[in-house]
């Protein structure tokens, strides 16, 4: 999609290395997020940005961690990676907006990442 | 844990027919949003409803809240072959959607045959 990248599309790394996948906009969204897509359960939050240095967790950020020190790029790394890690990563960002006036997420094409 | 759950989890139609999907969640929203995914793509915003909304359009989408049975339905008028997609509705809950945070449910899969 225009405005965000996801980096690399498609990387088979072995159990116990570690990954760190990439995403990079040129849209200045304050907020970015990782998801991750596996069947049967839809797009789960791992984490995310509210701006440069500042993040937070999601609902699935076990064995996860991610940094931000641009703004336009949000970094997910795998310290050690194991099977059940095995997904599909999504990046998205928003428009910074009030409670009032949200809008939605304009999504990556994915990055599908294969651990053996 | 997923907030919504989509109905049907599959559907299948001729091109020229209406697709109706729905959602249902769980907790109080601000907003909910439906997204469309084609195969192997990232997701596409279609549509955003606010709490207070109940009925929006948007070409060829029609999407309805019902707050109370904490409910939508999205339906796509005289459906394409290009339509075939999986679709998603996803929430931002008023006591947990800081940042924007949107919760997807599980989505239906959506075939439109010529």
């Known amino acids: 999609d225009a405005g965000i990248t996801q980096s690399p599309r498609h990387k088979v790394t072995e159990t116990g290395t570690p990954v760190t996948l990439r995403c990079h906009q040129t849209?200045?969204?304050?907020?970015m997020y990782w998801y991750r897509q596996d069947p049967g359960h839809g797009l789960r939050l791992i984490h995310y940005s509210y701006g440069v240095k500042d993040t937070d967790k999601g609902e699935v950020s076990d064995g996860y961690s991610v940094s931000r020190s641009k703004t336009e790029d949000f970094l997910l790394t795998l310290e050690s990676a194991t099977s059940s890690q095995t997904s599909v990563y999504f990046c998205?960002?928003?428009?910074?907006?009030?409670?009032?006036?949200?809008?939605?997420?304009?999504f990556g094409s994915g990055t599908r990442l294969t651990v053996v | 844990s997923q907030q919504g759950e989509e109905d049907p989890q599959a559907l299948s139609i001729q091109e020229g027919e209406n697709a109706t999907m729905n959602c249902s969640y769980k907790?109080?929203?601000?907003?909910l949003q439906w997204y469309r995914q084609n195969s192997g793509r990232g997701l596409v915003h279609l549509i955003l409803?606010?709490?207070?909304?109940r009925e929006k359009h948007s070409g060829r989408l029609r999407v309805t809240l019902d707050t109370s049975k904490k409910s939508s339905s999205l339906l796509i008028t005289a459906s394409r072959a290009a339509d075939t997609a999986s679709y998603f509705c996803?929430?931002?809950?008023?006591?947990?959607?800081?940042?924007?945070?949107?919760?997807f449910g599980t989505g239906t899969q959506l075939k439109v045959e010529l």
């Open positions: 907790t109080s929203i601000n907003n």
């Open positions: 409803i606010r709490s207070n909304e």
């Open positions: 849209e200045n969204h304050r907020y």
């Open positions: 996803a929430t931002v809950d008023i006591l947990t959607g800081g940042g924007n945070k949107l919760t």
């Open positions: 998205a960002i928003s428009d910074p907006a009030s409670r009032g006036s949200p809008n939605g997420y304009t």
